[in-house]
């Protein structure tokens, strides 16, 4: 039987410079009532020119450190779930190493899109759990706004920037971290995609000219996947716990379309303050939105002593996952 896993603290960060949709009604032809409508986010927090993921990452890490009570000399390892990384190489997670002084940490990044909170979790628990590692510290970042076409009006919206990060470390008691659940599916990438900038199309005039190294997104295709995964993964957590959707004290949920979760909250026939949103205030952060809406919950006091907390996730590739908190 492997070693408990506890959650022994949470942090994030966002950038100061906002972008509301009244910025928006004046860069491409929208308007808040449509946004808010369709989405319901409100505005987003989006790096300004010279900062960087890594300063995000950086500072997310060294919160959730901060509250865990976790010095960098004490870290084993250092996760960073991120698709949109200062560079390719080094990692981000080397970076982010380097400046928060982990002397004696191990680093690698994990790409599972908006999954990637989730992933990271579980591959930091599974560190943990099986005695490799005492301390593992977990960090969602994502700069989208480097990778969003903003002459897109259906997808530039969405989006924002910003970074979480969880502790975890070994221990029986509260803050039971487990049931962590992941799968995938890569039989249709296009439906949600950066075409440009890997192996397969590296960097040119053409692929800049085309624009191919922004998002791409097909919407109707991913608004059905996301429902029916978040209400899988909700009622799959759910029943491995022994109790039913409504009896979860909080969902924490990625944040990506206020439509997506209301329409989970209904057939799932549970109550709206069983989830904690802050769609409206960050947009679609990807990995980091898990993050960043878990730490927030916590400094609110959404979350008390034997609460069972279920994170919902999915993404690109396509890929979906949760794990379960017993806190």
């Not at 480097?146 to 470390?169: E, I, K, N, P, S």
Request: net charge negative; charged share 20%; hydrophobic share 45%.
């Amino acid at each position: 039987m492997g070693t408990a896993v506890k959650l022994l603290g949470t942090g994030s960060f966002v950038p100061e410079r906002v972008l509301t949709n009244a910025d928006f009604e004046r860069m491409v032809d929208t308007s808040d009532e449509w946004i808010m409508s369709r989405t319901g986010i409100r505005e987003r927090h989006v790096l300004s020119d010279g900062e960087k993921n890594s300063d995000m990452a950086v500072q997310a890490g060294y919160n959730a450190l901060q509250a865990a009570h976790i010095a960098p000399e004490d870290v084993d390892h250092i996760i960073v779930c991120t698709f949109t990384p200062d560079m390719l190489v080094p990692n981000c997670a080397c970076v982010v190493q380097s400046r928060l002084d982990a002397v004696n940490a191990g680093a690698v990044d994990i790409n599972a899109a908006c999954t990637g909170f989730i992933s990271g979790l579980t591959h930091g628990a599974a560190l943990v759990g099986s005695g490799q590692a005492r301390r593992v510290l977990v960090i969602a970042s994502e700069v989208l706004s480097r990778v969003t076409d903003y002459q897109d009006r259906g997808t530039c919206v969405l989006f924002g920037d910003g970074a979480g990060a969880a502790v975890l470390g070994s221990g029986d008691g509260g803050h039971a971290i487990g049931d962590f659940f992941l799968r995938a599916d890569g039989s249709n990438p296009e439906a949600l995609w950066i075409p440009a900038g890997g192996s397969n199309l590296p960097a040119s005039a053409n692929t800049v000219a085309e624009r191919l190294h922004f998002i791409k997104m097909n919407g109707r295709e991913v608004f059905k996947f996301a429902v029916t995964r978040m209400i899988e993964l909700i009622e799959g957590a759910a029943e491995r716990a022994g109790i039913k959707p409504g009896d979860i004290d909080l969902v924490v949920p990625h944040q990506v379309n206020q439509r997506i979760i209301q329409a989970a909250v209904e057939r799932l026939g549970m109550r709206e303050e069983q989830f904690y949103c802050n769609l409206e205030w960050y947009g679609n952060t990807s990995a980091a939105s898990a993050a960043i809406a878990l730490d927030e919950a916590v400094r609110k006091g959404r979350v008390k002593a034997g609460n069972t907390v279920v994170l919902v996730a999915f993404g690109g590739g396509f890929t979906w996952g949760s794990t379960t908190i017993k806190w």
